[in-house]
């Protein structure tokens, strides 16, 4: 997973490319705003004198930001990938034992068929369930304190999120601006007890927490702890 030069090189570009895109972005709206408070368009009848939207502020920054936290969490999805498939290929893998639906990046389409643009998904499996008559929901897991977001792991389609027959699943997503998201089958009640101050689900909210730690921390990213804590909730 280490890059080589060319990576690098490229990454570098894609920095560049993406600081100079907004800078034009903000230039381009800049003219045309100086445009239309000039009255230099004579075309458009409609335009009221001196309603001049306001000018974009570029972000070259953030763009840069944006690209290397993109970069970032897909290698982290891929560290989580590789660590899960060792452990089906080991002890953990056989019949009724744990199984990996590969990292899964997600584009908005023009039909609209994957709702969430530039995210990825993986999946492992594990423990067989009872699902005959629907399979638990996936419920994402946050931090302590942390309400924002949706219930569901990839909001209006949670259909789209890979799942396997007769296993529970625990799931890591890739949300933009967001970072990596973790879910579990029923774990709407992990996370609703993981904000429980009144000393109730302390062992749920400590495994809910070694979960999400173990894929969302950059410095201590684990697929077998975070299974251990899963199973464990």
Known sequence: ???NHRQKYNLHRLCAIAMTTEEARCLAAREAADKGADGSDEDDVDATPGSVPPCPIPR???CL???AHRLSSSVQLEILSAQAEALRRG???GPGGIGVTPIRYLYHDDDGA???DGGAVLAVHFWTVDDRFGAPALGALRPPGDRGGDGGLDGDGPAEFPRAAGQLTLGVQYRPRCG???ALSGGGCADATSV???GNGAY????AARLVSGVSDPFGLSAHDALLAATAA
């Open 204 to 207: 749920l909210r400590r495994n």
């Open 114 to 116: 994957d709702k969430i």
């Open 180 to 182: 990596l998201v973790a």
């Open 60 to 62: 070259p920054l953030d």
């Open 65 to 67: 930001f944006e690209v």
């Open 91 to 93: 002890a953990w893998g």
């Open 1 to 3: 997973l280490l890059p």
């Open 196 to 198: 429980d101050d009144h």
